[in-house]
């Protein structure tokens, strides 16, 4: 079992771009292990593990509904903001500057075959970098993601997640609200869930802006102890 995560950093990146390179290091993968399964090797598997910050874009999953999008073409240009229809799970994010995007594809044979683990690990994650910053950040039952006063009428999601897998590879990951203008989340109706409202970590510290550097280092540190892993930087490639 390979526990060495490929760790790049792609700084600000088009969302198609990213997702271009992440079908091409999701393909990788899958082809190797159906290469060792059909020739009965046991050539290592690599995981890899992309940061980046996208300019403004909406996404929906495959389970979403369109009518989460509250505005239409010319008013995304306005926003200057792009929208695609992708195969993850989940329904509508927004991804923008100041955000932290994760992207773990790793070859969870590597680890352990549980998606339901995975993605209460990926959550655990930025609830124990929370916490870093004296936030009592938890799960929402039902609800994917990370979330801040669950079960009061001042609920808030400040980190959304949707992934998918295929052969116990994943894709897709994280997108945690550090910086972020919160005034794009107003033209979707988040996760397609009503009446929630959506928070980022330099509002609820009463700070302009959060060090998204050591917010990395965080997250990455508690990665490392949840998935018993060991990050291997990378220069861009991409």
Not at 150 to 177: D, E, Q, Y
Not at 191 to 204: M, P, Q, R
């Amino acid at each position: 079992m390979n526990k060495k995560v490929l760790l790049q950093d792609l700084g600000n990146k088009d969302y198609k771009e990213t997702w271009d390179y992440q079908e091409v290091l999701f393909k990788q993968i899958l082809d190797l292990k159906i290469k060792n399964r059909r020739e009965g090797l046991e050539l290592e598997t690599p995981n890899h593990f992309l940061f980046v910050e996208h300019p403004h874009v909406y996404t929906l999953g495959k389970s979403g509904d369109m009518n989460n999008l509250l505005v239409d073409e010319t008013k995304l240009k306005e926003k200057e903001a792009t929208f695609y229809k992708i195969n993850r799970g989940g329904d509508i994010t927004y991804h923008g500057p100041g955000q932290i995007v994760g992207y773990p594809i790793l070859d969870l044979d590597n680890f352990f075959t549980d998606i339901h683990k995975y993605l209460r690990f990926l959550e655990e994650m930025v609830i124990l970098t929370l916490a870093d910053y004296g936030m009592k950040a938890e799960r929402s039952k039902g609800e994917t993601g990370v979330w801040l006063d669950v079960g009061t009428p001042f609920a808030r999601k400040i980190c959304a997640m949707g992934v998918r897998a295929s052969r116990w590879v994943t894709m897709h990951g994280f997108a945690l609200n550090v910086n972020t203008d919160l005034g794009y989340f107003d033209l979707m109706i988040p996760c397609g869930i009503k009446d929630k409202a959506v928070t980022s970590l330099n509002v609820e510290l009463g700070k302009k802006a959060v060090d998204i550097k050591e917010v990395k280092e965080k997250l990455l540190k508690h990665f490392k102890e949840l998935f018993e892993a060991e990050f291997i930087k990378q220069k861009t490639s991409v």
